[in-house]
């Protein structure tokens, strides 16, 4: 093992890892506001509009990410539609994690016990009123940590998107790969980059995760 190209090329490493991170960081809000959509559509008494809500959910799951993409950045142009590759990795990724958001958000809103309702409205407050200040609040504890989650799943799925020469981490580690003709080492350097990027996330989620659960017990 030789890792002495390292002097050479962590700057690779490190331009790779901020696009990487852009690239999960805007996926995670486009995502988290379009799955929130197709959330309220899901719980949506009209017939229709639940339809549409679960099909996209359905299909979306359904199918490969890398097919998603491949739909995005070379299919689309085809159409006249055509995105710079940053902006197609984005809204790949985001029609992707919008359907598995709008499971979370969809999910943590029924987890709410059915009597918390029940007592809202038993206690003279409206539909809304006590969605707004009863159903949500705790609604957000059980999403909040599997958003954290899913933000993690995109920093690693994220990697399919060196594929369409998306300069991010994983493409970097292939540019290093050819240009040094080592096949190994800058991999297990990736690697251990792209673990240090999702452990933080984890380690800083839990830390979170514990300062909200002490609200319940004090
Ligand atoms: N690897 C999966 C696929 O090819 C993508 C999973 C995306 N998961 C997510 N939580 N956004 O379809």
Redesign the pocket.
């Known amino acids: 093992m030789d890792f002495s190209f390292m002097s050479e090329y962590y700057q690779f490493y490190i331009e790779g890892a901020k696009i990487t991170v852009t690239l999960a960081f805007f996926t995670v809000i486009v995502?988290f506001i379009f799955g929130l959509l197709l959330a309220l559509l899901k719980l949506s008494k009209n017939k229709l509009l639940n339809f549409i809500a679960t099909a996209y959910i359905e299909f979306i799951?359904g199918?490969?990410?890398?097919v998603q993409l491949y739909i995005v950045f070379y299919g689309l142009p085809h159409l006249g539609i055509s995105f710079p590759g940053l902006t197609a990795g984005i809204i790949a990724?985001s029609v992707?994690?919008a359907?598995?958001t709008a499971e979370i958000i969809r999910a943590g809103i029924q987890a709410v016990d059915k009597g918390q309702m029940e007592a809202a409205r038993s206690i003279g407050m409206g539909k809304t009123m006590s969605m707004r200040y009863i159903i949500i609040p705790q609604a957000v504890k059980n999403i909040l940590p599997a958003l954290g989650n899913?933000f993690i799943?995109?920093i690693k799925?994220s990697s399919?998107a060196s594929i369409i020469g998306i300069n991010e981490l994983m493409f970097n580690a292939d540019t290093i790969r050819g240009n040094t003709y080592k096949p190994f080492e800058p991999l297990i350097v990736v690697a251990v980059v792209y673990f240090i990027l999702t452990f933080s996330l984890s380690k800083l989620m839990g830390y979170f995760e514990r300062r909200m659960s002490t609200d319940d017990r004090g």
């Open positions: 995502g799951r199918t490969p990410l890398l990724l992707n994690s359907a598995y899913e799943t995109i799925e399919i």
